[in-house]
């Protein structure tokens, strides 16, 4: 049973849950074993329930059972020579999701959890952030299972390049055009840039997003992720009549997501008091140096406990889920899928959170995000809070088209524009549909809403 059996519950609710619950079913029945997928269909459609008690037409163009399944699914061999002079294989993957919008759009994960589950979890949320963003661009995502972790430089080449040799043929600045991730920055992105360019005998600088730039990358798509994120917490702040001046945050993570984040939100008043990798996270009181932290983990690409070396008055616990055990007003997760669980989520209530923001996609489970919901804590979901990375992709996408390049102020200023207009559309959504103030509910009607409008216009493809 998809939704929690309700009292008193309308006909034309029920109607619309059983119906949805059919849907569900089918989809778990077909691909029983895509947990992060079925999780990832799960909540979008238990948001959606009040827009198919409102609206017949979704239902009459069968638009649940189309847009749950991708457009197209690439498996593909990606084999690569190490630096023993030994094959290695890794599988790589392209979900293709959904064109209505526009090309296909979103990045490329190169983590050994990767899988065709994780793939079409990120793919089709992406989807409806994507939507969220008001700009022309489809949803897709992509990666392997292959581990950057302890690999030379070489190394990363001889993959990054056999990765794009396959998957060259199913790419284009008008037909899909991926980006970084987990473990694909921007020299992941050069290297496949490089490849592509080579194999399809031609230039064509928009194929690729956070690229360098010197080759077309956008000011600002660094930080992009990040800052809206940031951006879009002080919309929220706002409605609770507060700004980031005195408030405490912690943000799990150290890569490009959460670095960038805790920067912004330093440079508005806030104090970063923990922040994480893999292996465990940091702690200080009095606040962290993201000077320090910048320097371990993006000029050295080293582990965050080394922080404690330069700063012994910080703590560092070998246990990286422990994180959300620190009291914080704010809390962005900004490192990977369901990294809060319900117990983290009570965790942080207890110790009196006032907003939650997805910076990753998918860090809280289902019951991590209900226990927020249900304790009136501001829960700002992914596909709108870490919406400024994508929409950021799509800026460098317009400038690679007219082929000039505008200031780190421009980009930065449309990114601002971009976040707040999410976050008033996903309110307006959670008013219209009788949900205020849930912005999980408001966030996936408002995307889902544009992409299937424009689907039945494109008819039955
Ligand atoms: P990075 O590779 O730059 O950094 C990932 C960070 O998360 C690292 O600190 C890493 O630690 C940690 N991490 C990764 N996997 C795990 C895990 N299984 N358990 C604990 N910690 C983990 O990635 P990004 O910052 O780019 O991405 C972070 C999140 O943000 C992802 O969910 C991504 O999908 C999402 N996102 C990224 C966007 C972008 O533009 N880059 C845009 C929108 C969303 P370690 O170094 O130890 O591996
Ligand atoms: O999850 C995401 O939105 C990203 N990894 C960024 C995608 C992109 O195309 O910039």
Known sequence: MMVKTEKNVSKEKQAAIDYMNDIYEAVKERDPHETEFLQATKMLFD?????????????????????????????????????????????????????????????????????LSVIKFLGLTQIFKNSLTGQPIGGGK??????????????????????????????????????GDIGVGKREV??????????????????????????????????????????????????????FHNLNLIASGSGNVAIHAMDKAIKLGAKVV??????????????????????????????????????????????????????????????????????????LVQNGVKVVAEGANMPCTMDAINTFIENDILFGPAQAVNAGGVACSALEMAQNSARLNWTFEQVDEEIKKIMKNIYRNCKRA???????????????????????????EQGAI
């Open 430 to 456: 959670s008013n219209k549909y009788g949900s205020p103030g849930n912005l999980v509910v408001g966030a996936n009607i408002a995307g889902f809403t544009k992409v299937a409008d424009t689907m039945i």
């Open 47 to 115: 948001s959606l329930i009040p827009v198919f008690v409102k609206n017949r037409t979704y239902k009459d163009h069968n638009i649940l059972e189309r847009i749950i399944e991708p457009e197209r699914v690439i498996s593909f061999r990606v084999p690569w020579i190490d630096d023993e002079g030994v094959v290695q294989v890794n599988r790589g993957y392209r979900v293709q999701f959904n064109s209505a919008l526009g090309p296909y759009k979103g990045g490329i994960r190169f983590h050994p959890s990767v899988d």
């Open 142 to 179: 992509g990666g392997a299972d292959f581990d950057p972790k302890g690999k030379s430089d070489n190394e990363i080449m001889r993959f990054c390049q056999s990765f794009m040799t396959e998957l060259y043929r199913y790419i284009g600045p008008d037909t899909d055009v991926p980006a």
């Open 190 to 243: 050069g290297y496949m840039f490089g490849q592509y360019k080579r194999l399809q005998g031609a230039y064509q600088a928009g194929v690729l997003t956070g690229k360098g730039l010197n080759y077309g990358g956008s000011l600002g798509r660094t930080e992009a992720t990040g800052y809206g994120t940031i951006y879009f917490v002080e919309e929220m702040l706002k409605d609770l009549r507060m700004d």
């Open 274 to 347: 923990a922040c994480s990798d893999s292996n465990g996270f940091i702690y200080d009181k009095n606040g962290l140096s993201l000077q320090t932290i910048q320097r371990i983990k993006v000029d050295e690409g080293g582990r965050i406990k080394e922080y404690i070396d330069f700063h012994p008055e910080a703590e560092y616990f070998d246990d990286c889920s422990e994180i959300w055990s620190v009291p914080c007003d704010i809390a962005i997760p900004c490192a990977t899928q369901n990294e809060i669980d319900e117990a983290s989520a009570k965790t």
